[in-house]
């Protein structure tokens, strides 16, 4: 009679997790989930990667920085601003630039791998937002990540004003400006906020608190619901032969999925470290310390806070008392705006879904030209976006182009109502045109360039038929209520082609 193998340490450690956590079962549910191949998925991965690269690189310098704003005289290596009254806050960032060694790069990198981290987030959700793939069971994986971009713009905001400089003061003089502007208790938020007159000597050491522990905490804590939601739901993926509602066709988690996404990390990690390292950004040496008394020329947010300025350097200077007290219009419309423009495209999923009825599942993405008026709306907002992240630097605009500044804003307070219009139409019209060339591709085929001359002296150009691969991509959509109207009131000579059995739906 034989003995039984005995198992190996290794399995007696695996059995003893997976009696406790289950991990054999997890894992057997999980590591072999499928995700769809296509480059627009990376988006989310350039999302995550720079979220970990600002964890590790913040960390890293919170070991030097010193968030005080009590007054030291500098003394160190660089030298104009030797002898200089100025915060710990700011002593400790030139410390850093220039005499712990790779703190420079480190801080750069920081910084980069923050303007990038909203790049993508941005970028993530409006392919999101332009493929539909916000709709239902993913609503409120979209908010988390809504939410998370939400933090994002004020955890940029507090790191930027850490260095206590004169370019993040002059933001810091901005936040308090809105803060004053909110009716009845703007000034008791201030006080509360500045723990005194502006500047006051607690808000680097409350900035810090929240951009390291509090905001961070947050984000993280969503960042781990929002990939726990993905597992969960299938994902979304573009419409192709053998792709339906009910299936995922790609790579395996594991070891596919998996390989592919560490080597993604380690190139996004070695591309910002190489933007760190060779393109200077926030040169706080050259602003030099905060007076409450000076401002520096020029000053800009980083980008993802520009269009906020823009609403505020566009916006007329209108003051109105009532009841004993002055609203500053100026200020305040503009601090209303802002959230609003960000709070439309959170709820935007419920808004959809109320007014299209639609309450189905969806797992397969659509192509923006045939969601015509979500595209438009998208295309509306972006343009809105962009105009008034121009508006945020008309006085760089007035100068480098050699125009009044008076001008620019006037030109600028106009596009804020005209051109997001004129491009939703646009828009719209595109993506029907666009539907209309895939109709008559699907009906006709492909044109070949090939004339041929029939019997009877007409000549004709030799269409090749699209395969089928083709026709289930252009076929497997739900088509505009307007096309369906234009061929119900005899407008286009052909007949509608009916979709195949199984490659598509049909709303009309």
Same mark, same amino acid.
């Given at each position: 009679?034989?003995?039984?193998?005995?198992?190996?340490?290794?399995?007696?450690?695996?059995?003893?997790?997976?009696?406790?956590?289950?991990?054999?079962?997890?894992?057997?549910?999980?590591?072999?989930?499928?995700?769809?191949?296509?480059?627009?998925?990376?988006?989310?991965?350039?999302?995550?990667?720079?979220?970990?690269?600002?964890?590790?690189?913040?960390?890293?310098?919170?070991?030097?920085?010193?968030?005080?704003?009590?007054?030291?005289?500098?003394?160190?290596?660089?030298?104009?601003?030797?002898?200089?009254?100025?915060?710990?806050?700011?002593?400790?960032?030139?410390?850093?630039?220039?005499?712990?060694?790779?703190?420079?790069?480190?801080?750069?990198?920081?910084?980069?791998?923050?303007?990038?981290?909203?790049?993508?987030?941005?970028?993530?959700?409006?392919?999101?937002?332009?493929?539909?793939?916000?709709?239902?069971?993913?609503?409120?994986?979209?908010?988390?990540?809504?939410?998370?971009?939400?933090?994002?713009?004020?955890?940029?905001?507090?790191?930027?004003?850490?260095?206590?400089?004169?370019?993040?003061?002059?933001?810091?003089?901005?936040?308090?400006?809105?803060?004053?502007?909110?009716?009845?208790?703007?000034?008791?938020?201030?006080?509360?906020?500045?723990?005194?007159?502006?500047?006051?000597?607690?808000?680097?050491?409350?900035?810090?608190?929240?951009?390291?522990?509090?905001?961070?905490?947050?984000?993280?804590?969503?960042?781990?619901?929002?990939?726990?939601?993905?597992?969960?739901?299938?994902?979304?993926?573009?419409?192709?032969?053998?792709?339906?509602?009910?299936?995922?066709?790609?790579?395996?988690?594991?070891?596919?999925?998996?390989?592919?996404?560490?080597?993604?990390?380690? /190139? =996004?990690? !070695? %591309? +910002?470290?190489? $933007?760190?390292?060779?393109?200077?950004?926030?040169?706080?040496?050259?602003?030099? @310390? *905060?007076?409450?008394?000076?401002?520096?020329?020029?000053?800009?947010?980083?980008?993802?806070?520009?269009?906020?300025?823009?609403?505020?350097?566009?916006?007329?200077?209108?003051?109105?008392?009532?009841?004993?007290?002055? /609203? =500053?219009? !100026? %200020? +305040?419309?503009? $601090?209303?705006?802002?959230?609003?423009?960000?709070?439309?495209?959170?709820?935007? @999923? *419920?808004?959809?879904?109320?007014?299209?009825?639609?309450?189905?599942?969806?797992?397969?993405?659509?192509?923006?030209?045939?969601?015509?008026?979500?595209?438009?709306?998208?295309?509306?907002?972006?343009?809105?976006?962009?105009?008034?992240?121009?508006?945020?630097?008309?006085?760089?605009?007035?100068?480098?182009?050699?125009?009044?500044?008076?001008?620019?804003?006037?030109?600028?307070?106009?596009?804020?109502?005209?051109?997001?219009?004129?491009?939703?139409?646009?828009?719209?019209?595109?993506?029907?045109?666009?539907?209309?060339?895939?109709?008559?591709?699907?009906?006709?085929?492909?044109?070949?360039?090939?004339?041929?001359?029939?019997?009877?002296?007409?000549?004709?150009?030799?269409?090749?038929?699209?395969?089928?691969?083709?026709?289930?991509?252009?076929?497997?959509?739900?088509?505009?209520?307007?096309?369906?109207?234009?061929?119900?009131?005899?407008?286009?000579?052909?007949?509608?082609?009916?979709?195949?059995?199984?490659?598509?739906?049909?709303?009309?």
């Amino acid at each position: 009679m034989t003995n039984a193998k005995q198992p190996g340490k290794g399995e007696r450690l695996a059995d003893w997790f997976d009696g406790r956590l289950g991990t054999h079962t997890l894992g057997k549910q999980y590591l072999r989930k499928v995700f769809p191949d296509h480059w627009s998925f990376l988006l989310g991965e350039i999302c995550l990667y720079s979220f970990i690269v600002l964890i590790l690189s913040g960390v890293w310098l919170t070991f030097f920085f010193h968030p005080s704003m009590n007054e030291v005289v500098y003394h160190g290596s660089y030298v104009p601003l030797n002898g200089v009254r100025m915060s710990e806050a700011y002593a400790s960032t030139l410390e850093i630039s220039f005499d712990v060694r790779g703190g420079l790069l480190i801080r750069q990198l920081h910084h980069w791998a923050a303007l990038i981290f909203v790049a993508a987030m941005v970028t993530h959700m409006m392919r999101h937002f332009f493929t539909g793939s916000f709709r239902k069971p993913r609503e409120l994986n979209w908010l988390f990540g809504w939410t998370l971009l939400f933090l994002g713009l004020f955890e940029g905001l507090f790191g930027y004003s850490l260095p206590d400089d004169l370019l993040s003061g002059t933001g810091m003089r901005f936040v308090e400006g809105a803060t004053l502007s909110v009716p009845i208790v703007g000034t008791y938020l201030t006080l509360f906020l500045f723990g005194g007159e502006f500047p006051g000597d607690d808000i680097v050491a409350r900035f810090y608190s929240l951009h390291i522990l509090v905001i961070p905490g947050i984000m993280a804590a969503l960042v781990v619901a929002h990939i726990l939601l993905v597992f969960y739901h299938k994902h979304t993926q573009f419409s192709g032969p053998g792709r339906t509602e009910r299936n995922v066709v790609g790579s395996p988690f594991m070891p596919v999925y998996m390989a592919k996404a560490g080597g993604f990390f380690f /190139l =996004v990690f !070695g %591309v +910002l470290t190489l $933007i760190a390292a060779v393109a200077t950004i926030n040169p706080v040496w050259q602003y030099g @310390p *905060f007076r409450a008394d000076q401002v520096s020329t020029g000053a800009q947010p980083d980008w993802y806070l520009g269009f906020a300025e823009g609403l505020v350097r566009v916006m007329p200077g209108w003051e109105i008392n009532l009841w004993g007290h002055t /609203l =500053v219009l !100026g %200020v +305040l419309i503009p $601090i209303v705006v802002f959230p609003l423009l960000l709070l439309f495209i959170g709820v935007y @999923p *419920f808004v959809e879904a109320r007014i299209t009825g639609d309450k189905r599942e969806h797992h397969i993405l659509d192509r923006p030209r045939n969601r015509p008026v979500r595209t438009g709306i998208g295309a509306a907002w972006i343009s809105l976006y962009l105009i008034l992240l121009a508006g945020g630097g008309n006085d760089i605009m007035a100068t480098r182009l050699h125009l009044s500044i008076n001008t620019v804003t006037w030109a600028v307070r106009i596009a804020v109502f005209v051109v997001p219009a004129v491009v939703f139409v646009v828009t719209r019209r595109i993506c029907l045109g666009l539907q209309l060339r895939d109709r008559e591709l699907v009906l006709h085929g492909r044109a070949t360039g090939v004339i041929k001359r029939l019997p009877h002296g007409e000549y004709i150009e030799v269409h090749q038929p699209l395969d089928q691969v083709r026709l289930h991509t252009l076929t497997a959509h739900e088509r505009p209520g307007e096309l369906v109207e234009t061929e119900r009131k005899g407008l286009s000579p052909d007949p509608p082609r009916r979709t195949p059995s199984g490659s598509g739906r049909s709303s009309s």
